[in-house]
């Protein structure tokens, strides 16, 4: 079973730290971008920060100076720090693949579970 799992998250008090991890599992043979995504109570889905396969990122304007994307390619596993958090923050966050080739599909999207991110003292 192809499938993207998550850890970290939890409780941060303001101006704290955290990471968050997401490896994927199960036969991949190749991953266009993968990365993360969050959705706060009320609002959309959003980007926060992508790996492409290229090797460049994209981290959105919120977050910018504040986070840190890192990919392993051979592992296929993303990781997100960020710092200074602010209650803005609070949000479950998901992980995200796509452009991922199995053994039966050349063209999968994958969503993590998602995990809660709560920012308060």
């Known amino acids: 079973q192809v499938q993207l799992v998550e850890s970290g998250g939890g409780l941060v008090q303001p101006g704290g730290s955290l990471e968050l991890s997401c490896a994927a599992s199960?036969?991949?043979?190749?991953?266009?971008?993968m990365g993360w995504y969050r959705q706060a109570p009320g609002k959309q889905r959003e980007m926060v920060a992508v790996?492409?396969?290229?090797?460049?990122?994209k981290i959105a304007g919120s977050v910018k100076g504040r986070a840190t994307i890192n990919r392993d390619y051979s592992q296929k596993t993303v990781s997100l720090q960020m710092n200074n958090l602010d209650p803005e923050d609070t949000a479950v966050y998901y992980c995200?693949?796509?452009?991922?080739?199995?053994?039966?599909?050349?063209?999968?999207?994958?969503w993590g579970q998602g995990t809660q991110v709560t920012v308060s003292s």
């Open positions: 995200h693949a796509d452009r991922v080739i199995t053994l039966t599909d050349r063209n999968l999207t994958l």
């Open positions: 199960g036969t991949i043979f190749s991953i266009g971008s």
């Open positions: 790996a492409m396969s290229s090797g460049s990122t």
